[in-house]
């Protein structure tokens, strides 16, 4: 499937046949002036939507493209300390195995509730083939990436 590697969240959802269910705001009362206001516009309800989530969500946190931007205190926490021999993260960065992935499967808990895509871990246990290969290379891609999707964080 084309969404698989442009788009594993999408690929998962579709595979599964996910189901999401939205809100549909067709008026929205706000406070213009000190006086309640029912705005029936589309484009009304839309404005008032992001100028809502605007004022409620705080600002994202500052992103750093490199060490170089962190303050002088955090470089020195985050620079590589000079005595340790970087060739022991080898096989941590190094991509996981078929035995690897299986056996770890394989170690997984029976009869746990399913996550947000409804995957249980026997279901994972019982994949072959195919679709084997793909949550492999899809495990892999994350962890090249460095891109784990938050809920299975929470799951760890």
Avoid at 5 to 33: C, H, K, M, Q, W
Avoid at 56 to 65: A, E, F, H, N
Avoid at 76 to 101: F, H
Wanted: with cysteine.
């Amino acid at each position: 499937d084309e969404h698989f590697s442009t788009s594993p969240g999408s690929f998962i959802s579709s595979a599964l046949s996910v189901e999401y269910r939205s809100i549909v705001l067709n008026r929205v009362l706000v406070v213009i002036d000190s006086k309640p206001t029912l705005l029936t516009d589309p484009s009304d309800i839309k404005q008032a939507a992001i100028k809502h989530f605007q004022s409620v969500v705080t600002p994202p946190l500052i992103q750093y493209s490199s060490i170089d931007e962190f303050s002088s205190r955090w470089q020195r926490a985050y620079t590589p300390l000079s005595d340790i021999d970087s060739s022991l993260y080898d096989s941590v960065l190094s991509p996981i195995l078929e035995d690897e992935w299986k056996s770890t499967l394989n170690s997984m808990p029976n009869n746990k509730a399913s996550g947000p895509f409804k995957i249980s871990y026997e279901m994972l246990k019982h994949l072959t083939g195919e679709a084997f290969n793909l949550s492999l290379i899809l495990a892999n891609a994350c962890l090249n990436q460095g891109d784990i999707p938050a809920d299975w964080r929470e799951a760890l």
